[in-house]
């Protein structure tokens, strides 16, 4: 569909975006192509003002395409965004007023840090008092008082990627736009900016999508994670939710349920379904998608959630093992040959049988997929 012309309707459009007056942006049946192939798949999602939504998914699910499209750097091949009822989708990615924080900082070298923050806002053409006082304000927010007359390549990465935030912010949009914001930071600093844009989130109220490959990060962040797998949303929900009960599968898989094992559904009771596996034990789960008696099926269980038991159904021979400070990480292969991970509080032995078992209430069940 042609991008609508700009009109006296699109300049109060642009001013009403500018002005944070919005309760909702929607996106409806988005899609886009590349080459003929679809790399995003009539993706449609309703988020409230003042939400943190996490785009979650593996490298090439869609995540980042939807953030493009919706920061007006990659046009849609088809679908709508609208905030309220006002459509924007063929507003330019500065009529937007968005504000974006890039996965490598894109901070201007030969700038400050004051003069990097304060750039939105001397692109609109606001008096210097003002920009001023807002860049103090914006420096004071994220922690950078005393950096303020250093060049970008003088901070720490850390420090880079809080200009950035405050560049996004200072201008007041109505949604925040971050891709992958943390993933060229080491491990610890990655936990401290986790902490720092959840305090700055908590503190604006902004709306923001951050696109992540990281399941701690969307879990640690957002009030709902939107799941995306090969250009599809898979699954939508509050973080406990899709910790506990993800609706299919590759879901699971994205949310750490590491290990699957493989049977014969021999038992429905309920929410919980039992499955007989190699040797006619019996594993448990919660029962999730169809399922009958007699149905091939899998059950999906976390490392931390299988654990070594004298009379453990599933057994397995230890092939290595990690010591993880508090605990030991075995890898093991079970009878049908499926590899498995788990957790012990005591050293493990390379070659050794071991017996293993999960808490029904932390396991999952699905049909098997064909």
Not at 7 to 33: D, V
Not at 266 to 277: E, K
């Amino acid at each position: 569909m042609p991008a609508p012309a700009l009109s006296c309707l699109a300049t109060e459009i642009i001013m009403s975006i500018h002005a944070g007056q919005f309760r909702e942006l929607r996106l409806e049946r988005l899609g886009r192509t590349f080459g003929g192939v679809a790399a995003l798949r009539d993706v449609s999602l309703s988020i409230a003002q003042g939400e943190f939504i996490a785009l979650l998914g593996p490298s090439g699910c869609g995540k980042s395409t939807t953030l493009n499209i919706l920061a007006g750097l990659l046009a849609a091949t088809n679908g709508s965004i609208f905030l309220d009822e006002r459509r924007i989708d063929g507003l330019r990615p500065e009529q937007r007023g968005f504000g974006m924080v890039f996965q490598n900082y894109a901070l201007f070298p030969h700038m400050s840090v004051a003069k990097n923050i304060g750039f939105g806002l001397a692109m609109r053409g606001i008096a210097r008092d003002e920009i001023a006082r807002r860049v103090g304000e914006a420096v004071t927010l994220v922690h950078l008082q005393g950096q303020e007359h250093k060049l970008p390549g003088q901070l720490s990465g850390g420090q880079q990627q809080r200009v950035a935030i405050a560049r996004a912010i200072i201008i007041e949009p109505p949604l925040v736009l971050m891709d992958e914001p943390l993933s060229n930071l080491d491990a610890k600093l990655r936990l401290e900016m986790r902490a720092e844009i959840k305090r700055i989130h908590q503190t604006l109220g902004a709306t923001t999508i951050y696109v992540t490959h990281d399941q701690e990060e969307a879990l640690s962040l957002a009030d709902r994670i939107v799941v995306l797998k090969d250009g599809v949303v898979r699954q939508v929900g509050a973080p406990d939710a899709l910790y506990a009960r993800p609706d299919h599968l590759d879901v699971a898989a994205f949310m750490g349920f590491r290990n699957v094992i493989s049977g014969t559904v021999s038992r429905l009771d309920g929410d919980l379904a039992s499955v007989t596996i190699a040797g006619g034990k019996q594993v448990s789960g919660q029962a999730r998608g169809r399922l009958a008696k007699g149905q091939k099926a899998v059950m999906a269980v976390r490392p931390e959630d299988l654990t070594p038991s004298p009379d453990g159904p599933v057994s397995a021979t230890i092939i290595s093992s990690e010591f993880r400070g508090r605990e030991f990480v075995g890898f093991a292969m079970s009878e049908e040959g499926e590899a498995l991970a788990f957790v012990s509080g005591h050293p493990l032995t390379n070659g050794a049988r071991v017996h293993l078992a999960a808490d029904p209430m932390r396991a999952v069940v699905f049909p098997e997929v064909s």
